[in-house]
């Protein structure tokens, strides 16, 4: 059996700082949405809070280290454009249900 470690602190509305053993992060949004940038990398993510459906894009392997072609620009523009185009998924997907 292991243990584990795991503490979130609120430090502002809409801002956490998570903490578990071998990592740190900060969590920056509302929620269901929100960017992610810690010890072991920083993600983009959406969701609809209460209905498992998200949507997640990870920008960077670990902080100050570049992912794919070496543009951190380019995966910050590909992660803004997969959470817009889950946000209008979901928002189309309520309209046609109600």
Not at 36 to 64: C, E, N
């Amino acid at each position: 059996m292991a243990f584990r470690f795991r503490k979130s602190l609120k430090i502002a509305p809409g801002v956490k700082v998570n903490l578990n053993k071998k990592s740190a992060s900060v969590r920056v949004g509302p929620k269901g949405a929100g960017l992610t940038a810690g010890t072991k990398g920083s993600h983009v993510s959406a969701g609809i809070p209460g209905t498992g459906l998200s949507y997640s894009k990870k920008l960077s392997s670990r902080a100050g280290k570049q992912t794919g072609d070496g543009s951190a620009g380019g995966s910050i523009v590909a992660g803004a454009i997969g959470v817009a185009v889950f946000i209008g998924f979901v928002v189309g997907l309520a309209v046609l249900l109600t």
